[in-house]
């Protein structure tokens, strides 16, 4: 299963049978917006709290990923979720409503692939018959924890990006159908000693590249071998010197199409989104509500997600830390016979 350095290779090609995503009012206004499950017209969503609103969306696309995949929760076997929030309180306060095996993980906005790896491996070693990955973000609570409070009203620079509301949920599965995951590749961590949390883009760029030569090496792939290419939430600052890394380093992305999922979840030209999205819910929302339902009506043979994470906390920040940035790998394919 091991293959190379550092990618698992899935020879039971586990299959996302059911996918979910539930949005915000912001992502509701974007390109993308008719494949979204649920739509909140606003921010709030009825709860007394940001944190609150945060967990009813995990909670939500959990639910419609569960009813999609046409089993019942008693049927999975293990959850595994995180999100941006201290202890990822997100997520375990949805899992306590769940009701599943829990597994928390944290890997900042990385967490949409590195949960849907771990879901697939254990459901290809025989570990689980089912398992459910999912991750969530909020704008409201992402900007009060690492930043200031939204009510505060601060001016941002052109570089910094707007978190994701939004939450996105796979169920994983032994047989069924659907897309099939193929392998992973698991990032190492990537410092260059970048300290300004405005400009995540840029400091995640050098760990989306790391893993995806990484990728390569391991897999003896090709971006040709790719129809599409994501990375999670460069945005506009980020994406471009990850482009221009991997050419430098002999990987010329011109043989496939390479793009970021926070480019793709807004109109970055009309919507005031600074250099575009972030969080644990762009890159979740973009590839389970929009870029599985292209590989399932065969618009895309086979794509690899490259999620980017910020792994600073307002500790590490406030103490003058760098930025250490990591990045997963999984590569989805239309079908078992691809």
Request: aromatic share 6%; glycine share 12%.
């Amino acid at each position: 299963m091991l293959m190379g350095k550092q990618s698992w290779w899935f020879n039971n090609k586990p299959v996302i049978i059911g996918a979910a995503t539930v949005v915000g009012p912001d992502e509701g206004e974007g390109p993308l917006a008719a494949e979204f499950d649920l739509i909140h017209p606003e921010l709030d969503m009825g709860q007394k709290s940001w944190e609150k609103a945060e967990r009813l969306l995990l909670e939500q696309a959990s639910e419609f990923a569960i009813q999609n995949a046409g089993i019942e929760k008693s049927d999975l076997q293990f959850y595994i979720g995180g999100d941006l929030m201290n202890q990822i309180i997100s997520n375990s306060f949805a899992a306590r409503s769940l009701g599943v095996p829990y597994i928390g993980v944290f890997g900042a906005c990385s967490t949409s692939m590195e949960t849907l790896a771990l879901a697939s491996l254990l459901v290809d070693s025989g570990s689980a018959n089912y398992a459910l990955a999912g991750t969530c973000s909020h704008n409201c609570t992402a900007e009060k924890q690492f930043r200031y409070p939204t009510e505060y009203g601060s001016q941002k620079p052109p570089t910094a990006q707007y978190t994701v509301t939004g939450s996105g949920a796979a169920v994983v599965a032994a047989t069924g159908d659907g897309p099939v995951v193929e392998c992973a590749t698991i990032g190492k961590i990537v410092d260059l000693g970048i300290k300004d949390p405005f400009n995540m883009g840029a400091a995640m760029a050098p760990a989306a590249v790391d893993t995806i030569q990484a990728h390569f090496n391991d897999t003896g792939r090709s971006p040709g071998d790719y129809d599409l290419i994501v990375t999670g939430d460069l945005a506009g600052v980020g994406h471009p010197i990850a482009k221009e890394l991997l050419l430098q380093n002999g990987v010329p992305m011109d043989n496939t199409v390479f793009n970021d999922c926070g480019l793709m979840v807004y109109d970055v030209q009309k919507q005031k989104v600074q250099a575009g999205g972030s969080g644990c819910g762009c890159s979740a929302v973009v590839t389970y509500g929009h870029l599985l339902k292209r590989l399932k009506k065969g618009e895309l043979k086979r794509i690899l997600v490259v999620a980017t994470g910020a792994l600073l906390s307002p500790l590490s920040f406030q103490q003058g830390e760098s930025i250490p940035c990591i990045a997963h790998a999984v590569a989805i394919a239309a079908g078992k016979e691809q």
